[in-house]
T-cell receptor
Framework: NAGVTQTPKFQVLKTGQSMTLQCAQD?????MYWYRQDPGMGLRLIYY???????DKGEVPNGYNVSRLNKREFSLRLESAAPSQTSVYFC??????????FGAGTRLSVL | DQQVKQNSPSLSVQEGRISILNCDYT??????FLWYKKYPAEGPTFLIS?????DKNEDGRFTVFLNKSAKHLSLHIVPSQPGDSAVYFC???????????FGTGTRLTIIP
């Protein structure tokens, strides 16, 4: 009963490096989301995907790209990491307008 | 512009007493509200929700109250237990939209 699985759990990057955060859900949900959590800022939506093949920008999309590979998987890519992208990243999924279920998060540090 | 506000960053409550967490919002188009609980090094987990057509929803020790005229909701936990120590996020959904807007969270500490 995995739910939403995120990899990796931790990552340290140097400024300018690229990486992809992976997310997979096994609940057959149509909608998937990427958030970042920063101290004092709550959870802010980066991108979301209402269905396979569609993606839309959220509140803080700059510096990120996403791919909805199939119904299960939604990846987040940092092409050229910056220290401002140091954060905890959460992936979530939901069945349309219902409750969102979250993964355990990826803690990213950009030096 | 913070559309969902949790003005208390932290709250300490004695075990067995009532914990009251508050949340204010500014967007009149919000039609569904949720509370999430988050432990360290884990993702947020859904706790309880309420539709804008209701003013109260209960689930065991947890009750959420919605005051639409004041654009205010609160989460009551009675009685509070040590396992309730966590960060609580209030979230709101815009009518016709799948996206959630989260507050900044309140760290609840239950004192044994």
């Amino acid at each position: 009963n995995a739910g939403v699985t995120q990899t990796p759990k931790f990552q340290v990057l140097k400024t300018g490096q690229s990486m992809t955060l992976q997310c997979a859900q096994d609940m057959n949900h149509n909608s998937m989301y990427w958030y970042r959590q920063d101290p004092g800022m709550g959870l802010r939506l980066i991108y979301y995907s209402a269905s396979e093949g569609t993606t839309d920008k959220g509140e803080v999309p700059n510096g990120y790209n996403v791919s909805r590979l199939n119904k299960r998987e939604f990846s987040l890519r940092l092409e050229s990491a910056a220290p401002s992208q140091t954060s905890v990243y959460f992936c979530a999924s939901s069945e349309r307008k219902n409750i969102q279920y979250f993964g355990a998060g990826t803690r990213l540090s950009v030096l | 512009d913070q559309q969902v506000k949790q003005n208390s960053p932290s709250l300490s409550v004695q075990e067995g007493r009532i914990s009251i967490l508050n949340c204010d919002y500014t967007n009149s188009m919000f039609d569904y509200f949720l509370w999430y609980k988050k432990y360290p090094a884990e993702g947020p987990t859904f706790l309880i929700s309420i539709s804008s057509i209701k003013d109260k929803n209960e689930d065991g020790r947890f009750t959420v109250f919605l005051n639409k005229s004041a654009k205010h909701l609160s989460l009551h936990i009675v009685p509070s237990q040590p396992g309730d120590s966590a960060v609580y996020f209030c979230a709101a959904r815009d009518f016709g939209n799948e996206k959630l807007t989260f507050g900044t969270g309140t760290r609840l500490t239950i004192i044994p």
